[in-house]
C-alpha cells in the first residue's frame, strides 16, 4: 500500500486546548506583574518590619518561579505535540507542571508558617503606615492578576450531537490562577493585620495573619496535588463519560460492553479502549462515529467480539 495516501487513517497527537496561546500570554503578563510587587514587598518588608507583608513578598517570590513555571509548561506541550515520542501528544505536561507548582507553594507555605511563629514570639517594631501603602499596591496587582487570568469557558456544541460534559483539567492553567488567589489572600491578610497594628495595638496580629495565610495556601496546595497527580496516574473519574459510552454501545439490540478503559491525554480531551460482543457486530467506523459524538474524544480504539453462541446478549 506504499502508493495509498494514509493520512485519513492517521491520528492526531495535538491534544492541547485550543485557549493555550491565550492563557499563556496572559500568564507572561501576570509573571511581570508579580515581579515587579515582589521586589517592592521583599524591600519594604524588610525595611518597615511587617512579617506579614515580607511573608506576601516571600510568597510572591515563589510565585514568580511557579508561574514561570507554567508559562514553561504551555510553550513545550506546544513545541513537543508531534514528538512520536509521546505515546500520546504532550498534553499531560500541563498537569505535570500543575504538579511541580503545587509542590512549590506548599514548600512555601511551610517557610511562612516557620517564620511567622518565629516572629510571634520575637516580634519586631513595624512601620505601619509605609508597610500598609505597599500592601495595598500588592492588594490591587493581584486583583488584575486575577482578573487576567480569568477562565473564558465555552459551552457551545455542534447542533445534534448529544454532548457529555467532562471537567476541563488544565492542572497548569489552576495552578497559575490559585497561585493568584493565594497572593490575593495573603495581601488581604497582610492589611488586615497592619490596620489592626496600627490602631488597635494588635502587633501579634501581623504573625498570626502570616499563620492563617500559610495554612489556607497548604491546604489549596494539597489540593492541586492530589488532583494533578490524579491526570498524571491516570486515576481520574469518568463514570459519567464511561456510564455514556456503555449505554450507547448497548442501546444496540444484541450488543453488550465487556471492557472500557478512559483516561486523559489532555486538558480537554481524552482517550477511550472499548471492547464489545455481538452476535451481529456493526462495522468498526461506525461505532467510533458514535462514540465520538458524545464529546471530547481522541484515539477511539474499538475491539470487536463476534458472539457464536445460540442465545441473544
Not at 492517521?10 to 515581579?35: C, E, G, P
Not at 515582589?38 to 513578598?57: H, P
Not at 503606615?129 to 465555552?154: C, M, P, T
Request: proline residues 3%; glycine residues 6%; charged residues 15%.
Amino acid at each position: 500500500m506504499s502508493d495509498h495516501d494514509l493520512a485519513a487513517w492517521r491520528h492526531s497527537h495535538n491534544f492541547l486546548d485550543s485557549r493555550d496561546d491565550k492563557r499563556q500570554q496572559r500568564t507572561i503578563w501576570v509573571v511581570w506583574l508579580a515581579f515587579f510587587t515582589m521586589l517592592a514587598e521583599i524591600v519594604c518588608g524588610y525595611l518597615f518590619g511587617s512579617m506579614a507583608l515580607l511573608a506576601d513578598g516571600w510568597h510572591m517570590a515563589s510565585h514568580v518561579a511557579a508561574l514561570g513555571l507554567a508559562v514553561f509548561a504551555y510553550r513545550y506541550a506546544r513545541q513537543q505535540a508531534g514528538n512520536a515520542r509521546f505515546t500520546f501528544g504532550a498534553g499531560k505536561v500541563s498537569a505535570l507542571g500543575g504538579y511541580s507548582s503545587a509542590i512549590l507553594l506548599a514548600l512555601v507555605a511551610f517557610m511562612m508558617l516557620g517564620e511567622s511563629l518565629f516572629r510571634l514570639y520575637q516580634p519586631v517594631q513595624i512601620a505601619y503606615n509605609e508597610a500598609l501603602l505597599v500592601a495595598v499596591i500588592g492588594l490591587l496587582v493581584n486583583l488584575i492578576s486575577a482578573w487576567l487570568l480569568r477562565d473564558d469557558h465555552d459551552h457551545s456544541h455542534e447542533p445534534g450531537h448529544t454532548h457529555i460534559h467532562h471537567s476541563r483539567q488544565d492542572h497548569n492553567f489552576q495552578s497559575a490562577f490559585m497561585h493568584v488567589l493565594a497572593d490575593l489572600m495573603t495581601s488581604a491578610l497582610a492589611i488586615v493585620a497592619l490596620l489592626a497594628g496600627s490602631y488597635l495595638g494588635w502587633i501579634s496580629l501581623d504573625p498570626l495573619m502570616g499563620i492563617v495565610g500559610a495554612c489556607v495556601i497548604l491546604y489549596w496546595a494539597i489540593g492541586l496535588i492530589r488532583a494533578s497527580a490524579r491526570t498524571l496516574m491516570d486515576a481520574e473519574d469518568h463514570a459519567p463519560l464511561a456510564r455514556a459510552i456503555t449505554e450507547t454501545i448497548e442501546s444496540r439490540p444484541d450488543h453488550k460492553v465487556v471492557d472500557l478503559h478512559i483516561w486523559r491525554i489532555g486538558p480537554a480531551t481524552c482517550g477511550c479502549i472499548v471492547s464489545l460482543v455481538s452476535h451481529q457486530p456493526d462495522s468498526t467506523e461506525n461505532y467510533k462515529r458514535q462514540i465520538a459524538e458524545l464529546g471530547q474524544l481522541a484515539h477511539i480504539t474499538v475491539e470487536i467480539n463476534r458472539c457464536d453462541c445460540p442465545d441473544t446478549l
